[in-house]
């Protein structure tokens, strides 16, 4: 069973929110400091190329603090950030694929050519990072958002805008996929 | 590769992206995004999508127009028959233009082609006007 990150507590995210809203810049400053990183990771995982994590975060972060009222509390602002940062993601994927200026080999989750971390790169989780940009986009979110990001099928459905039932198949289809792509 | 428990594969899965995100610089993306969120807000250029109905609506339009056309050529000495359903057509909903299309066709396939309504020139000015107003219809 995945363990949940360590999530910020509800309560302060709100309160955040609220005075960015107000515009509040250290609120917004803090929102980053407490969720880049995930956001980052989860980025990373569902296929972000190194080279351009920098500015999906960013893209992702400047999307949610300008659309902040659309932000209905339905989810964890983490999750939601989550959520923008997957559209930012297929954006950029949509307009490098229009503009033909990504070669076949940097399309691929980079390791940022550290010779080190290459050579210590675990083969199964390159595996299973390919695995999982062979998956459908919704099977793909709902997968690193429970296995990745430990969340419950009810949070994860509120932010994907599904039902938990819905979430939880299409977790279990992920792992089943992912599993026979590791074999 | 083969064997793997599900322990180690959920261990595997919450690794993953764990070496991109530890490199984000955390502080200086905050002073980015903050930076960024002091200027104004693009004003990109917007694309309107054309709603589905209103591009039933212009194929049906055109439909229609084509119809006229070929009614005209068909009696040209009768080119009201073409013009009088086109008159209130902006008005109409597109289910009534579909509904309208449909009546067309009917007449069309069945009245017109048959060989006793082959000539319009023929109608006297009622049966003109009973055809004329099953076409609202």
Redesign the interface.
């Known amino acids: ?3 949940p990150d360590s999530l910020a507590a509800s309560p302060d995210d709100a309160a955040l929110i609220a005075a960015w809203r107000q515009g509040d ?1 250290q609120a ?2 803090e929102l ?2 407490r969720h ?3 956001l ?7 296929g ?1 190329v ?1 080279a351009d ?2 500015d999906l ?2 893209e992702a ?2 999307r949610a ?2 659309g902040v009222a659309s932000f209905r509390g339905q989810c964890q602002f983490r999750t939601w950030l989550m959520t923008i940062g997957a559209n930012v993601m297929k954006d950029a994927a949509r307009r490098a694929k229009r503009q033909q200026v990504l070669p076949l080999q940097d399309s691929l ?1 980079a ?2 050519g550290d010779p080190h ?1 290459d050579a210590v790169a ?4 390159q ?3 390919i695995g ?1 940009a062979k998956l459908p986009r919704l099977q793909r979110e709902v ?2 958002l429970r ?2 990001q ?1 969340l419950e099928y009810e949070e994860i459905a509120a932010a994907l805008d599904t039902t938990p039932g819905a979430a939880r198949v299409h977790y279990h289809h992920a ?1 089943k996929r ?2 026979e792509f ?2 | ?2 064997g ?1 428990n599900d322990r180690e ?2 261990q ?16 200086a ?6 930076e ?3 200027q104004p ?1 693009e004003d990109k250029k917007r694309v309107t999508w054309i709603r589905p109905e209103w591009l039933r609506v212009a194929a049906a339009l055109a439909v229609l127009l084509g119809t006229g056309i070929a009614l005209d050529r068909i009696n040209p000495a009768g080119g009201s028959l073409a013009r009088y359903p086109l008159e209130d057509i902006g008005d109409l909903t597109p289910s009534e233009l579909t509904q309208l299309l449909t009546t067309l066709d009917g007449t069309l396939e069945g009245d017109l082609t048959d060989d006793s309504a082959a000539d319009l020139e023929n109608l006297t000015p009622a049966q003109l006007q009973t055809l004329l107003r099953s076409l609202e219809t």
């Open positions: 069973m995945p363990q810049e917004a400053t980053v400091r880049a990183r995930a980052a990771r989860f980025l990373a995982a569902a972000a190194a994590l920098d975060v960013q972060l400047i603090f300008r989750p390791r940022d971390e675990n083969e199964a989780a595996r299973l990072q999982l997968f690193l296995a990745q430990g792992v992912l599993k590791l074999k | 590769m083969t793997m594969f959920e595997l899965a919450r690794q993953l992206g764990t070496a991109a995100a530890e490199r984000l610089d955390v502080e993306t905050a002073r980015a995004v903050v960024r969120l002091r807000v």
